[in-house]
């Protein structure tokens, strides 16, 4: 009988998701949110990034990247797959609250001497690290890529300030490593700590356990989520949430906590995806197909924002009496 869970990736996909990661490692790159509006792309600075300027800072409209007309969120995110390092990066924004013709932003700004500044995708960070005047770490990890996650993290906990509270950002997290997945959780847990286990389609059960001496800090700890987490970010979520450690927010995630190995057919073509086991997080039923229900739901205006959700995230005053 074949496995339901096999499935065919023709080349679009492929490309496709390619595309939006690479999209994608170039906004946290620069700390810049982008959505799809009623009639246009908007665009938002993140805190400390390098989009950060007045203007961009409080949401303005995407218009160009680069030569490249931006109408909807996919033209943004061909154009941006597409930096590779050979010239600098510029975007053009309408600004302001009415954003008329006449408030056009330039991004690198020349006046303070971004206009030299050179992406290059093999050398941005899968994850991205910031620190906000509340003591928030926020830490955005846009995919488990092997050897370019735990190290960063790890750095981030052991840096001064210690933080108040952290934020690991999982929005539009598709997945990667699996090991590098555990390997980056297990430095929020002692050692002994029971990771889960994998149960290989075809015999066995494999228990995980951390190996950490010590965890580094604790600290409040959430994981925000959306319905593209996915895959080995999933794997992330459920280990801190099923310990204990870590409390949910966003939206329900995917629910493909499997472990799976790609088949290509031909170079740059279409493959065969299979899974090779499911992942059972600790004091959970398996987070596969139903996925990943949220501690706390999220509105989408809130959600979309990163500004507003590491407000909403934050903890409020109690009411004076």
């Known amino acids: 009988m074949i496995d339901p869970r096999i499935r065919f990736e023709p080349a679009v996909t492929q490309q496709v998701a390619d595309e939006q990661r690479r999209a994608?490692?170039?906004l946290d790159a620069v700390g810049l949110d982008v959505g799809e509006g009623t009639d246009a792309v908007l665009a938002i600075a993140l805190p400390g990034g390098l989009a950060d300027?007045?203007?961009?800072?409080?949401?303005?409209?995407?218009?160009r990247v680069g030569n490249a007309p931006v109408r909807r969120l996919a033209d943004a995110r061909r154009a941006l797959a597409a930096v590779d390092g050979s010239a600098s990066l510029q975007m053009t924004f309408l600004t302001g609250a009415g954003r008329d013709r006449s408030s056009v932003a330039i991004f690198p700004a020349p006046a303070v001497g971004w206009h030299s500044t050179r992406l290059r995708t093999d050398s941005i960070s899968p994850v991205g690290v910031r620190r906000t005047s509340d003591g928030v770490l926020h830490l955005r990890i846009v995919r488990f890529d092997t050897g370019r996650v735990r190290d960063v993290v790890q750095a981030a906990l052991a840096a001064s300030p210690i933080p108040r509270r952290i934020v690991i950002d999982l929005r539009h997290n598709g997945g990667g490593s699996f090991i590098e997945a555990l390997g980056t959780a297990t430095l929020f847990l002692a050692a002994g700590t029971s990771l889960g286990a994998l149960v290989p389609t075809r015999d066995g059960l494999s228990d995980l356990v951390s190996r950490e001496e010590r965890p580094l800090l604790q600290v409040p700890l959430i994981i925000v989520l959306d319905r593209y987490t996915a895959s080995a970010a999933e794997v992330f979520a459920a280990v801190l949430r099923g310990t204990g450690r870590a409390t949910l927010a966003g939206e329900r995630s995917s629910g493909k906590c499997l472990v799976e190995q790609r088949f290509?057919?031909?170079?740059?073509?279409?493959?065969?995806?299979?899974?090779v086991a499911v992942f059972v997080p600790p004091g959970t039923a398996t987070c596969s197909e139903r996925g990943l229900i949220p501690d706390t739901q999220l509105s989408p205006e809130v959600f979309t924002d990163t500004r507003r959700l590491l407000a909403a995230l934050s903890p409020q005053p109690a009411p004076r009496r």
């Open 24 to 26: 994608r490692a170039v």
């Open 53 to 63: 300027q007045p203007g961009i800072r409080d949401g303005a409209v995407l218009l």
């Open 264 to 275: 290509s057919l031909a170079a740059s073509g279409p493959a065969l995806v299979m899974p």
